[in-house]
């Protein structure tokens, strides 16, 4: 690897951050706006920039839509007071937010987003670090998050902070075991016989080219969304936050910027849970289940458009469709559905979903089994 | 009640169907209102004589019948004695109670002829409630909520009458606001002995004016306006000042004299706004003089004394506390005490006076022209409670020349005054320049400019206290309202002084005080501040009968008679 | 007084209740629809609400056509104010004025905005319909001190009632006019 290499891998995986970013700001903006809209309501449709505002038609309607509120909420994070306050352990109450943040920037790199043939013909897969322990990395990595919680919620030196972190952990650990066994028949199935092993994503994708897991394996899927949810804290499975109960849960003590990280962590949290339901589930960069885009294309003679940049393109942008869908689904069910009682959460985590899951396996396996044997 | 009454000279009556006992010839009205029955009535007043003229008080009235060729009493078939009703409704001021008589207050016949009087009042009287300084106490509005008819049927123009008269210097009459009860006319005439009202004019027409040439402007023209029972007369100084329902009710005592009238303090938020008289029948009745009224324009004076002083300087309560007492341990003090001051900041002042050694005590005597009245002629009202609490033995001078002699000798090198102008009482400035003065005092005067301490005291109207009056009757008064910033009650100051003279913590307010009171003081044995009745608590002077007191005879004080019994 | 309480019997739920996923997606199903309903919002600053009939907004005083201030200081708002908002300093009309029949006029009359609860006790209590509660509703200031409403602000804020009893002139055209002896 040379220095160019290191360059170009390091303007990646800044242009990738500043994607997800974006991507998180105005996951903010839809959860507002989305929320409005179930409400009855317009959602922010003030903020705007002098230019831009004043063109005709298209200033009015993206100040309407709100286009401009991420940045008048970042800018408000920037500049309210940042209150320490005297009774924290200030290394990490500091510490927490950071700890938040980075987990879910450090799991985009292994998440693939698309694919191309180069000039050879070979398939190249758009992705920061193709590493082949891609699933198990991101579980790993997405685990440490609640560290921050957990972190936030001991450091903050207060009752609420800390009922907040204690019940994240809990909930982390309930639901992360069903989510791990949600995800095995898929690498049962991949990682047939005579395959080399791999917990690649890509490899995942690669494998739904045809057929999508959720249509194979639903209950799988099921499993895995829900696991989703409270691995991402999103309501109904709102824990940590239970602003109802527990005033802000792990948060209470934090404002401005570090109340930011806290905010914009849960959204890359979000972001990346919504990449890779898409990835493991829905067939990824595949645009519609049952039939391969690129076989299709070839037999049609429009093999012009799933090869070189437009293939790239269609494959990122089916890509980048089902994610956003995922991300609307979060918040179209976080503003449907209320909160379960930490009990409930507790006793779905493990007497339904955990059951669930391992049942689930066994059927999957059992049926690999028999479709290897039989067919 | 028994089956014998007991012979106490009462006897009985029956108002509304029930037995009252009551004294022979009592008012009707008084006896109603003493069993709980209310007749309303304007004109009659318990203190003045009966007129008769407004008409409200009307009730059936009837007798036992009597047999005119027997003389024995008439009975109904069931043996019960035979009522014969006045074929008329009577007035009740004007009735008095007689063995057997029967009243009714609550009949139709008493119903429709009060609602007939009132609603002819309410003819020609003005809707000027809302600019009417009576409303809130008005008879009028009560008695028309009470007992009219809720409504007018009056279409015609009402009469013209002079509006905003003024009567005399401290009087202001509406005339058409007048219901013409002569309340007024009677008091000027019996009471005040000074006759300047009456009435002009006939029916209606009739006007309430002063005899031509004449003005009501004796000291007791105020009253008027308090037995007004319309806003017809009013106070010109509390003429729109402050609603009555907004104001505090406190009660309190006349300073001005040694009469000590009974009043009532009306104040809103620590304001005073007038002073009324507050009914003592031992005392003033209902009663009191004008010049009382004012005092409560002491509180607000530009001459109050709102800081502490050493030497000029503003300071604060300890060091001027401090610096007091260096002053009187230097020794050679003399106390000028006070007749305005309060017997238990007397009592203080004598304790302070004993643990200097045995300091002279002097008080100044104040002597005016007494009126017969209410105006006694000793102006300090408290000169008795001085000699109760043996902080002098006999009566004060008016000039302190022994005093101006101790000075010049040079035998008395600190003054400790409370309230007292000194250059009033004869000293002169050169004497006072030879003295250190120690000064509690309310208002900034001659002295309080020359003393090396001035101690900030309040006035009667923001502490707690008591008096005792010329019938040794001992009188407390309540605070209405909290002092300025800056200034301390007195007691509070002269127990700090005792204190710190004695390296002993005393006592501070006037319930503590008042149990070494109690303890200490034969006159006062087994009193204590809450003891006091509203009316207060008549001591027996008897032992200072040889003290050549100035007071002459006033309203319920007569010295001679005082001597006499003594005598027999 | 016995009064009747009816106990509801909780259902037990249904199996798919208990499933709770086909509640979710009936969720789903009616916030989705809620999604594309017309939106109640009113854009406050450039929409306006409608304002009900007797609707209580800020109370202010009001003068009379003839531009004589109606209230007299009786008070009895001050009294009936059940927040203490209102303050009076009573006074007299000086014997000069056109007005001085009525006597009585208020030197100072405030109203604590910060206290106001807009019952309107005071515009009722008023013997002289002098206190009248308007629609005004968004008051606004830069200080606590300017939402004691002076007597300059609530006459500006208040204007002229176009009224037509003129109790007070009735009254002065009799005293003129005097007794028909």
């Keep these: 690897m040379d220095w160019l290499d290191l360059l170009i891998r390091v303007a990646l995986g800044l242009v990738v951050i500043s994607v997800v970013m974006g991507v998180c700001m105005y996951s903010v903006l839809a959860e507002r706006k989305v929320s409005a809209w179930i409400q009855g309501r317009v959602g922010p449709n003030r903020t705007s920039l002098p230019i831009i505002a004043a063109i005709p038609v298209v200033g009015r309607f993206l100040t309407r839509l709100g286009i401009f509120q991420p940045l008048a909420d970042g800018g408000k994070f920037l500049f309210k007071e940042d209150v320490i306050p005297a009774h924290v352990n200030k290394i990490y109450f500091v510490l927490a937010p950071i700890i938040a943040f980075v987990p879910a920037l450090v799991t985009i790199s292994v998440v693939p987003f698309g694919q191309y043939f180069d000039a050879a013909g070979a398939v190249k897969t758009l992705i920061l670090a193709n590493v082949d322990v891609g699933l198990l990395f991101i579980f790993a990595f997405a685990s440490l998050g609640v560290y921050a919680l957990v972190l936030s919620g001991w450091a903050s030196n207060s009752k609420y902070p800390f009922l907040g972190g204690v019940r994240a952990s809990a909930q982390l650990v309930s639901y992360e075991l069903a989510m791990g066994l949600a995800v095995l028949p898929v690498f049962i199935w991949i990682n047939g016989p005579g395959a080399s092993g791999s917990l690649s994503l890509v490899r995942i994708v690669e494998a739904q080219h045809n057929w999508w897991f959720v249509l194979t394996q639903p209950l799988s899927a099921l499993v895995f969304v829900i696991a989703l949810f409270a691995e991402t804290n999103r309501l109904p499975f709102d824990m940590p936050e239970s602003e109802t109960d527990l005033v802000g849960g792990y948060h209470t003590e934090y404002s401005s910027f570090k109340f930011g990280f806290f905010f914009v962590g849960e959204y890359a949290n979000m972001t990346v849970g919504a990449c890779v339901i898409t990835l493991v589930f829905f067939g990824g960069w595949h645009p519609l289940p049952g039939f391969d885009w690129i076989e299709v294309a070839g037999m049609t003679g429009w093999a012009w458009l799933a090869t070189g940049i437009p293939g790239a393109l269609i494959a990122f942008a089916t890509f980048a469709a089902k994610v956003v869908f995922f991300l609307f689904f979060f918040i179209w069910v976080r503003w449907t559905v209320p909160r379960f009682r930490y009990d409930q959460v507790m006793s779905i985590g493990w007497r339904r979903l955990l059951p669930l899951a391992i049942a689930n396996l066994i059927v999957c396996a059992l049926g690999i089994a028999a479709i290897d044997r039989f067919l | ?568 | 007084m016995a009064v009747g309480i009816k106990v509801l019997e909780r259902k037990p739920l249904t199996w798919s209740e208990r499933m709770y996923l086909p509640e979710i997606a009936a969720g789903l199903r009616r916030t989705w629809r809620l999604m594309w309903k017309p939106k109640v919002t009113i854009e406050y600053p450039e929409q306006r609400p409608p304002i009900p009939a007797g609707y209580r907004g800020a109370p202010t005083l009001v003068m009379d056509p003839n531009g004589r201030e109606k209230c007299v200081s009786c008070q009895l708002c001050e009294f009936v104010c059940p927040p203490k908002a209102i303050r009076i300093t009573p006074g007299e009309i000086p014997a000069d004025s056109p007005h001085a029949h009525v006597e009585k006029a208020p030197q100072e009359f405030e109203i604590d905005m910060l206290r106001c609860i807009y019952c309107g006790l005071c515009q009722e209590v008023c013997p002289e319909e002098a206190i009248w509660l308007q629609t005004t509703y968004s008051i606004t200031h830069t200080s606590r001190a300017d939402f004691v409403h002076n007597k300059k602000k609530l006459y500006e804020m208040g204007g002229t009632l176009p009224d037509e009893h003129f109790k007070w002139d009735k009254k002065l055209a009799a005293e003129k006019h005097g007794n028909a002896h």
């Design chain 2, 1 to 568: 009640m028994s089956d014998q009454p007991k012979d106490d000279g009462l006897i009985t009556i029956n108002l509304d169907g029930r037995d009252v006992r009551c004294r022979p010839g009592a008012n009707i009205v008084d006896v109603a209102a003493s069993a709980g029955v209310e007749i309303p009535h304007y004109c009659y007043h318990p203190k003045l004589t009966v007129s008769g003229n407004c008409r409200m008080c009307l009730v059936e009235m009837g007798m036992p019948g009597r047999d005119r060729a027997t003389g024995k009493p008439m009975t109904n078939p069931d043996g019960s004695p035979l009522i014969q009703w006045m074929p008329g409704p009577a007035i009740a001021c004007g009735t008095k109670a007689a063995p057997g008589m029967h009243i009714r207050t609550t009949s139709d016949v008493v119903k429709k002829c009060r609602e007939g009087v009132q609603e002819f009042l309410l003819i020609n009287h003005p809707l000027d409630c809302p600019i009417c300084d009576q409303a809130g106490e008005c008879r009028l509005q009560e008695f028309a909520t009470g007992y009219g008819k809720g409504y007018s049927r009056f279409e015609e123009q009402k009469n013209v009458k002079p509006k905003r008269t003024q009567l005399g210097p401290r009087v202001t009459l509406d005339d058409e606001r007048c219901i013409l009860c002569s309340r007024c006319i009677r008091f000027s005439r019996e009471i005040a002995k000074d006759d300047v009202l009456g009435f002009t004019e006939r029916g209606s027409y009739s006007t309430l004016t002063c005899y031509p040439g004449k003005k009501l402007e004796n000291n007791y023209s105020l009253n008027t306006v308090d037995i007004c029972p319309v806003g017809a007369l009013t106070s010109t100084d509390f003429r729109f000042k402050m609603r009555v329902w907004f104001l505090k009710q406190t009660p309190s005592i006349d300073t001005e004299t040694s009469t000590g009238c009974n009043t009532e303090v009306w104040s809103r938020e620590g304001k005073i706004y007038r002073i009324t008289p507050r009914q003592n029948d031992a005392v003033n009745d209902t009663w009191m003089p004008d010049s009382g009224r004012e005092l409560y324009k002491q509180v607000e004076a530009p001459t109050r004394l709102k800081s502490f002083l050493v030497r000029g300087q503003a300071a604060s309560t300890a060091d001027a506390i401090r610096e007091a007492t260096t002053l009187l341990k230097s020794g050679s003090v003399a106390i000028v005490g006070s007749g305005r001051a309060s017997v238990e900041e007397q009592w203080v002042l004598k304790k302070i006076a004993t643990a200097l050694g045995g300091a002279s005590v002097r008080l100044v005597s104040r002597v005016g022209q007494g009126d017969d009245l209410l105006v006694s002629a000793d102006r300090n009202p408290n000169v008795r409670g001085a000699l109760v609490t043996g902080l002098i033995s006999k009566l004060p001078e008016q000039k302190l020349t022994d005093l101006a002699a101790d000075i010049d000798a040079g035998r008395v090198k600190t003054l400790l005054v409370h309230g007292e102008d000194l250059t009033a009482a004869g000293l002169t400035e050169a004497q006072l320049a030879k003295v250190q003065i120690v000064a509690l005092a309310t208002q900034a005067d001659a002295i309080t400019a020359k003393a090396a301490v001035v101690l900030a005291g309040l006035t009667v109207f923001e502490k707690f206290g008591s008096f005792v009056n010329q019938q040794f009757r001992l009188q407390k008064f309540v605070r209405a309202v909290p002092g300025p910033d800056g200034a301390a009650d007195d007691l509070v100051l002269l127990a700090s002084l005792l204190a710190n003279l004695t390296g002993v913590s005393t006592a501070s307010t006037v319930d503590t005080v008042w149990t070494s009171i109690a303890a200490e003081v034969p006159l006062l044995k087994g009193l204590s501040f809450q003891a006091i009745e509203p009316t207060g608590v008549v001591l027996d002077g008897s032992s200072f009968a040889g003290l050549p007191f100035v007071e002459g005879k006033s309203l319920r004080y007569d010295p001679a008679a005082v001597t006499a019994v003594k005598a027999g």
